[in-house]
Nanobody, 122 residues
Framework: QVQLVESGGGLVQAGGSLRLSCEASGGTFSSVFMGWFRRPSGKDRVFVAA????????YYADSVKGRFTISRDNAKNTLYLQMNSLKPEDTAVYYCAADPRGSYRSQNYKYWGQGTQITVSS
């Protein structure tokens, strides 16, 4: 059974950093795109970042470009999101996802993690 499990969430002050991890199991993810999405409280889930199967191509939402870095370690079946210069508006539940059906920016991924809360205090 395929599972994506996020970790690394928590509370951080504005300007701080956090690194999220997403460990994949039960399948082979080294050949598929993976991505991060987030859902602020009371709002829709939105695209944050995506990465190609090799890690050679990365894509970001304008709101996080220059502050967040997505990466992956296929040997460990793990996806990462390094978040720097965090802002209160980055507060959300963050989800990892694998194997998009169509655009990597869409919600149409085959597999999703359960989400991890990030809270950025001002």
């Amino acid at each position: 059974q395929v599972q994506l499990v996020e970790s690394g969430g928590g509370l951080v002050q504005a300007g701080g950093s956090l690194r999220l991890s997403c460990e994949a199991s039960g399948g082979t993810f080294s050949s598929v795109f993976m991505g991060w999405f987030r859902r602020p409280s009371g709002k829709d889930r939105v695209f944050v970042a995506a990465i190609s199967w090799s890690g050679g191509s990365t894509y970001y939402a304008d709101s996080v470009k220059g502050r967040f870095t997505i990466s992956r370690d296929n040997a460990k079946n793990t996806l990462y999101l390094q978040m720097n210069s965090l802002k209160p508006e980055d507060t959300a539940v963050y989800y990892c996802a694998a194997d998009p059906r169509g655009s990597y920016r869409s919600q149409n991924y085959k597999y999703w993690g359960q989400g991890t809360q990030i809270t950025v205090s001002s």
